[in-house]
């Protein structure tokens, strides 16, 4: 942008939240990025070069550099979240300014404007740290999955995280229901189902039924609705965004969205009752969701019966073993009376779902984490042995 100053309208003074940084002089660049800033409901500032206000580099949450105004930049401060952005594939120079400038990415444009976008949008949303993502699938039908997924959820969410609870299983009658808030105003699945590119975090959250401090999204009444696997990724990346803890239900046949939600999680939890037929029922189970979850395991629903105890249970199914859930007393009248699954703290789901979330949320604190942000291979690496040795 030669010859710019600070009237142009493009540039604003001083560093605010969620506004990246454009840093170029190359007019053609600073209208495609302008555009893809559009694109994403993100405002940006803009310099030629290296802002002269203090903190205004330190402070953007993104800085998007021109291949042209490398040179501008010299002693600048080594940052996270600096992209290099040019448009010569052949321009082999690119990498080498990258190293000096410490960017953490090289981005050609066109090609790579899908990508930028969502990053864009990630820092205009505030996106930090992703939200351990649990997914609970039962090992047969009626081994208390759903359930179980309903106390993970209302545990996570009394520890005072940001929690989000997803029905993944249309059959299932609802989420909501199980939670006692059917009648609650927001959106349900059908809403979402033609959902396509990139859904916003907060609008998602915002949209759904609020119950007991948790947002749910659930199925409705009506007619079933078939979610393809790219409104399936738009919702579950959307609820990931917001950081803390996203619980999925999920069903026991894996169609082409429910194998999109399987990619998406963290840890697995295959809940088997203690039986030797539901044991033989969730080795097919495990076959086919261990193609997909990295890291699956077992949950054994006791009383443990028929001479199977809960760590043979999981060398059967040669799966790691999350621990033993003892039958909840009284858990039908509670429903009854209004008490979702988990809201009794001395029960046995709620003693699991604390013992999970300490292993699988450490680092206790705020609803939303606001770490630096994660790429999904390091959120799931971190989520390796999320809830061994916890027992109900």
């Known amino acids: ?120 949008a ?104 078939v979610v393809p696997p790219e409104a399936m990724r738009a919702v579950l990346s959307a609820a990931r965004r917001r950081g803390g803890a996203v619980v999925v239900d999920l069903p026991r046949r894996v169609d082409d969205g429910v194998a999109e939600a399987l990619t998406q999680l963290d840890v697995g939890l295959l809940v088997v009752p203690a039986e030797l037929r539901a044991v033989a029922a969730a080795h097919r189970v495990a076959s086919s969701v261990g193609l997909v979850v990295r890291d699956l395991r077992v949950v054994v629903r006791g009383p443990c019966g028929s001479g199977l105890d809960d760590e043979e249970i999981a060398r059967l199914l040669d799966l790691p073993l999350a621990g033993e859930l003892a039958a909840e007393p009284g858990l039908l009248g509670a429903f009854g009376a209004g008490a979702p699954p988990g809201s009794n703290v001395k029960g046995p789901l709620a003693t699991f779902s604390s013992r999970f979330w300490a292993q699988a949320l450490p680092d206790a604190g705020a609803a939303s984490a606001t770490g630096g942000e994660r790429s999904r291979r390091a959120s799931a690496g971190s989520a390796t042995g999320l809830g061994r040795g916890v027992t109900g």
């Open 122 to 225: 990630d820092a205009a949303e505030g996106v930090g740290r992703q939200a351990v993502t649990v997914g609970v699938i039962g090992g047969r039908g009626g081994a208390g999955a759903s359930t179980l997924a309903c106390a993970l959820a209302l545990g996570a969410a009394r520890s005072g995280r940001r929690t989000m609870l997803i029905d993944g299983d249309p059959l299932g009658g609802g989420l909501d229901v199980l939670l006692g808030g059917e009648a609650a105003e927001g959106l349900r699945w059908p809403a979402f189902a033609e959902s396509r590119g990139r859904v916003g975090g907060g609008a998602l959250e915002e949209s759904l039924p609020e119950l007991h401090s948790l947002r749910v999204l659930s199925w409705d009444r009506g007619e079933s609705v």
């Open 1 to 120: 942008m030669t010859g710019s100053t600070p009237s142009d309208p493009r540039q604003v003074a001083g560093a605010q939240p969620g506004r990246p940084l454009i840093v170029t002089e190359d007019e053609g660049l600073l209208d495609d990025l302008l555009r893809l800033c559009a694109a994403a409901g993100a405002e940006p500032e803009v310099a030629p070069g290296m802002p002269a206000e203090r903190g205004r580099w330190e402070g953007a949450p993104l800085v998007l550099v021109g291949d042209d105004a490398v040179h501008r930049l010299h002693g600048a401060v080594r940052r996270e979240g600096v992209l290099l952005i040019g448009r010569d594939l052949d321009d082999h120079e690119v990498w080498r300014q990258a190293v000096g400038i410490g960017a953490d990415h090289v981005l050609h444009l066109p090609d790579a404007e899908a990508w930028l976008v969502d990053r864009i």
